[in-house]
């Protein structure tokens, strides 16, 4: 990065930060702070759902995905407009109707304090640990590739969204996180439209797309019925519906961002926008992806793409091996270009030879690929506390390679800005959640006390976001950054989602029945997740893990209400 690149990201990111500030300044009203102004609109409340859902990891994470699995990552998304169908005829018109800060009061008013305490402990506990991978993962990224200080880099762009989201709560969140999507638009927008243009002359989309066909990175779905698949057809569609439900209709970090508005039509608005557009914003991302891959098969590609750690090895005492690998790495990229220009130049021609042209080529990339698993296993070798997953720093690297000085400054506002307006509407849910359903009810006196509430809510907020920065420097992550996020959700919310469905639509269900049911659900799931390697039987897509957690919970808890009915019926019945 150049002087240009740092006046661009600073005045970009500095500068949303401080109109935030500036103008929710005064923002005292417990609404206003914790639900955001009753005027918005519903594009204000479209955006900031979107934003709050697209961290940093979003677009770092996701293109690196693209690169390496090829764009079925998106059958993810695949049951999230049902999802938000559903929350828009059934959750979202008893919040407003309850007039509720949280959707954990909704448990409390349907149960009791016990099961509203569960339900929004379990939440402060996955959104708080995720509130730590939402930081961590740009912040180790770009200290990597841009040499910054890691603590630094995690400590300054966690106090930055401390000090707006604190000072403005939902208000300054939902104003600033309209600018840094405009940014992240066109930064996105800009790198697709420069990867183009860097593409071999004569190429152009559609024979890059021929490429990335070809070698397997364009199949958008996959109908396999395995449970170890990880995406297909039926994870998204059942997995994806369970998910995207609970995210959107029982995560304060959601909940919040639409339960306010200038009436019911806004909220609804809002997240059908989401609906609409959430898919194929994430298609473009994992496309963008796909042509990075075939971007890199008609350039120089290093065998392995955390360029900053692999030099540190070849630099170090077992220097000769990863040199050695890197050699044939050259010859591999050669080798295996010109047989990529060969079955191009086959199938334009419509030669007989296509077949076995195309069968040299995907020969060739069989070859890299086993080239890469061994540059993995060297660096485990040379230090078994490397981090062997790399596809996260594919975009990033393409951004500092390829793009001229300027858009290289907006693009790393891009990761930025995302990582900030995701991290903002955590730290504001966070805060609300801890403030309304934790400290109002063990102190019961000052829940009339609209300033003091408020002053509670920036205390917790900054608590939170403190905490996750702290999470942030001592954490690691082996899995691809967006799955993280995904595998800390999916480990939570079908049981979370289990006790809201009970709530909704099963009224015999009482709360000790349900309560017990959630607890009971919630340890199987966190069994099925620790032992999965130890018994291959339960090593299934996690995905999976919301539909059984949902499914759990609603069953057990007709069943225990069942048996406590029997129960009270038998001690009533004379002797």
């Keep these: ?43 204000t409340i479209g955006i900031s759902v979107m934003a709050t859902q697209a961290s940093a990891i979003t677009f770092l994470s996701i293109p690196g995905q693209g690169f390496e699995s090829g764009v079925g990552f998106v059958q993810n998304y695949f049951g999230l407009p049902l999802a938000l169908i559903i929350v828009c005829a ?9 007039g509720v800060y949280t959707a954990y009061e909704f448990l409390g008013k349907r149960f009791d304090a016990k099961t509203r305490l569960l339900g929004a402990g379990l939440f402060l506990l ?32 966690g106090l930055l969204v401390i000090v707006y989201t604190v000072t403005g709560g939902s208000e300054a969140v939902n104003l600033t996180q309209k600018w840094q999507m405009g940014i992240i638009f066109l930064g996105m927008i800009t790198a697709f439209l420069i990867l183009l243009a860097r593409l071999p002359q004569g190429l152009g989309l559609g024979g890059a797309l021929h490429v990335a066909g070809a070698m397997g990175k364009l199949q958008a779905v996959d109908f396999s019925t395995d449970p170890a698949r990880r995406y297909t057809l039926w994870t998204g ?18 909940v919040q961002r639409y339960i306010g508005g200038a009436a019911l039509r806004e909220g609804r608005l809002g997240l059908m926008f989401n609906a609409l557009f959430k898919i194929p914003m994430q298609f473009f991302i994992l496309l963008l992806g796909a042509l990075l891959f075939v971007f890199y098969q008609f350039q120089p590609a290093p065998v392995f793409y955390n360029r900053v750690e692999w030099q540190q090895h070849a630099a170090g005492s077992k220097g000769a091996t990863f040199r050695a690998i890197d050699e044939r790495n050259d010859a591999l990229n050669q080798a295996k270009r010109e047989k990529i220009e060969a079955w191009l130049a086959a199938r334009n021609s419509g030669d007989l030879a296509e077949p076995a042209a195309r069968a040299a080529m995907l020969e060739a990339a069989a070859a890299s690929e086993k080239l890469r698993e061994e540059a993995r296993a060297a660096l485990v070798k040379a230090d078994p506390r490397a981090q062997t997953k790399d596809s996260d720093y594919v975009f990033i ?40 359903d934790l400290w109002r009810q063990f102190r019961p006196l000052a829940a009339h006390d609209e300033a003091r509430n408020v002053r509670a809510a920036k205390w ?47 009224k015999q269900v009482g709360g000790t029945a349900v309560f017990w049911a ?20 339960l090593d299934i897509s996690y995905l999976w893990y919301n539909l059984i957690g949902c499914a759990a919970c609603v069953i057990l808890g007709l069943v225990l209400q069942v048996a406590l009915d029997g129960a009270s019926q038998s001690k009533g019945r004379p002797a």
Aim: aromatic content about 12%.
């Design 90 to 98: 059934v959750f979202l018109p008893i919040y407003r109707k309850l």
């Design 518 to 537: 959630a607890v009971i659900s919630q340890s199987v799931i966190f069994a099925l997740y620790l032992l999965r390697h130890a018994f291959p039987a």
């Design 1 to 43: 990065m150049n002087s240009l690149d740092w006046i661009i990201l600073l005045v970009t990111m500095v500068g949303i930060a401080i109109y935030g500030a500036w103008h929710t300044r005064h923002t005292d009203h417990l609404d206003t702070y914790m639900k955001a102004s009753k005027t918005t609109k519903w594009g």
């Design 397 to 436: 690297g393409f951004i500092l390679e390829q793009i001229p000085h300027g858009v290289i400054g907006l693009l790393i506002a891009v990761m930025i800005a995302a990582a900030l307006g995701s991290k903002a509407g955590e730290l504001n849910a966070l805060g609300t959640t801890t403030t309304i």
């Design 126 to 157: 996955q959104r708080g640990l995720a509130a730590g991978v939402t930081i961590y993962a740009p912040a180790i990224i770009l200290a990597t590739v841009l040499d910054w200080r890691l603590d630094l880099t995690i400590i300054g762009t």
């Design 237 to 254: 569609l059942l997995g994806g519906l369970f998910l995207s439900l609970s995210y959107f209709g029982t995560d304060q970090s959601q």
């Design 460 to 506: 917790f907020t900054a608590f939170w976001g403190i905490i996750a920065i702290g999470f942030a420097l001592f954490a690691g992550f082996s899995e691809n950054l967006i799955e993280a996020i995904n595998i800390i959700g999916s480990i939570f919310y079908g049981v979370v989602l289990g006790i809201f469905l009970v709530a909704f639509f099963l």
